[in-house]
């Protein structure tokens, strides 16, 4: 079974706006963690009351399931949490790869080159000269050629 080809589009964002998109994806869905959280304090404040009396006079029972559906609710909250983890850590190695393979300095012969800020579906840097890739006119590496 091969790879699917995903069609050149004119309109496809660059790497760099797929990691800048992926990083405020995390932001938003932090914000929203927080807002949950936020939620639930209020929600324990209101059972508790402002003097710690319990003003709506809870039974055993009743604080029971509340503790029970409390402690559900923040476990659901730390695996959300450990998931955007690893989506960072994805984002981060993601934006890794954009690096040049080579830095000049690291080959004695290597004519690497850095971003000319043009317009075509390129990717940032481009890789050292000793990998066989082709370029396009402004000596960039074009995304999925091999």
């Not at 710690?52 to 559906?69: A, M, R, V």
């Not at 998931?83 to 080579?102: A, T």
């Not at 012969?109 to 800020?117: F, I, K, L, V």
């Amino acid at each position: 079974m091969s790879m699917p080809n995903i069609p050149e589009g004119k309109f496809r964002p660059s790497m760099k706006e797929t990691i800048i998109d992926l990083l405020e994806s995390i932001a938003l869905e932090e914000i929203a963690l927080s807002h949950l959280l936020n939620a639930e304090a209020e929600k324990i404040q209101a059972l508790v009351g402002k003097d710690l009396d319990f003003p709506s006079c809870p039974s055993n029972e009743e604080i029971f399931k509340f503790n029970h559906q409390t402690s559900k609710f923040l476990e659901v909250i730390v695996m959300k949490e450990w998931l955007l983890l690893r989506k960072l850590d994805d984002v981060i190695f993601l934006n890794g790869e954009l690096k040049p393979l080579c830095s000049k300095g690291e080959h004695d012969d290597c004519d690497c080159d850095y971003d000319c800020g043009c317009e075509c579906d390129c990717i940032e840097y481009v890789p050292c000269k000793c990998i066989e890739e082709e370029p396009c006119k402004c000596r960039h590496y074009h995304r999925g050629r091999k």
